[in-house]
């Protein structure tokens, strides 16, 4: 069984940074995709960014595309979700996840970690 924790998450002004991180306990995933989703008040879970184990391709959203970076730390089986010149409308609850496919649908992900919040003022 496979178990993601997220942290990282908190309360920032407009125009700041955070650094989000997912720890997959349990087992390692070097054949799995991660994936960064996240989730507004109000509104569907959206996809934000993902990331494969093994060769460290990336994908990502346009709403966030030059501002969020995901990475991966083989040796420490973690996968981060750095976030600059962040916005309101980056505020929600963000999930860590992971797939057997590189994909940006939400569903095809086996496992989900908690979440954690984000929040932005504006």
């Known amino acids: 069984q496979v178990q993601l924790v997220e942290s990282g998450g908190g309360l920032v002004q407009a125009g700041g940074s955070l650094r989000l991180s997912c720890a997959a306990v349990g087992r390692t995933l070097s054949s799995y995709a991660m994936g960064w989703f996240r989730q507004a008040p109000g509104k569907e879970r959206e996809f934000v960014a993902r990331i494969t184990w093994s060769s460290g391709t990336t994908y990502y959203a346009d709403s966030v595309k030059g501002r969020f970076t995901i990475s991966r730390d083989n040796a420490k089986n973690t996968i981060d979700l750095q976030m600059n010149s962040l916005k309101s409308e980056d505020t929600g609850v963000y999930y860590c996840?992971?797939?057997?496919?590189?994909?940006?649908?939400?569903?095809?992900?086996?496992?989900w970690g908690q979440g954690t919040q984000v929040t932005v003022s504006s």
């Open positions: 996840a992971a797939s057997r496919v590189f994909t940006e649908v939400g569903g095809l992900y086996n496992y």
